[in-house]
């Protein structure tokens, strides 16, 4: 499938979770280059308040002034911070999502969640992206050997189904899977996973 495609439908459906909060906070942590806080604008209500995140100042403000036309009619506040301490009231947010945000973050992946769980009122959504692997696929190994020579052991564990439903239960009291994409993967130059050959899918966790 073009990747392409794949990105669409990935955004597409994390926006359809999210289009069930009418009113209140949406975060979206770790914003980066506003691809999934573009979509979100596009369809939002006027009610609701974002707050996006990211550890880089210049980049939300590349995204502020890039994204500020699109609905002038929501309130956008743009918070530069770490995700794993969130400068947020406890049990204050209403929504949480994020495209490929704690899969970027690696080892600091579940102390992400740990803290989004935190700021979440109770039995508010998370809405996350996840990739799945095989732990036996050739990307796995690949991964776990990177991970290893840069200090972070174990970090493969993001992409593995198990892993990643029980570090969202621990924080969490269920968890819905809505899978996007499964298939085999082609080989893409400079893209580290999955590897040509090898089975992925492209998930969409709800956790509350």
């Known amino acids: 499938m073009n990747q392409k495609k ?8 994390i926006v359809e979770e999210v ?3 009418k009113s209140g906070f949406l975060l979206d942590i770790a914003s980066g280059r506003g691809m999934l806080l573009r979509e979100l604008l596009k369809d939002i209500d006027a009610d609701v308040t974002v707050i996006s995140t ?33 400068p947020i009231r406890d049990c204050s947010m209403d929504t949480a999502c994020t495209y490929a945000g704690f899969t970027n973050m690696a080892n600091l992946m579940e102390s992400g969640i740990r803290d989004t769980a935190r700021v979440l009122k ?15 696929a050739e990307g796995a190994k690949k991964t776990a050997h990177f991970f290893a020579e840069n200090h972070m052991e174990g970090a493969e564990k993001i992409y ?19 899978i996007i994409y499964e298939g085999i ?6 893209d580290l996973i999955p ?3 090898d089975w992925f899918a492209n998930v969409v966790l709800i956790a509350e």
Do not use: W
């Not at 794949?6 to 459906?13: A, G, I, R, V």
């Open 185 to 190: 993967a082609e080989a893409v130059e400079g």
């Open 195 to 197: 590897c040509g050959g």
């Open 122 to 136: 109770a039995n508010a959504p998370l809405i996350n992206s996840a990739v799945y692997m095989d732990e036996n």
């Open 54 to 86: 990211d550890l880089s100042f210049q980049i939300l403000k590349h995204d502020r002034n890039k994204l500020r036309q699109i609905n002038p009619y929501v309130k956008v506040n743009y918070i530069a911070c770490d995700a794993t301490n969130l």
């Open 6 to 13: 794949l990105e669409k439908d990935f955004l597409d459906s």
């Open 160 to 178: 593995l189904r198990n892993e990643l439903l029980a570090i969202h239960k621990k924080y969490f009291n269920t968890v819905r899977e809505r």
């Open 19 to 21: 289009r069930k909060l």
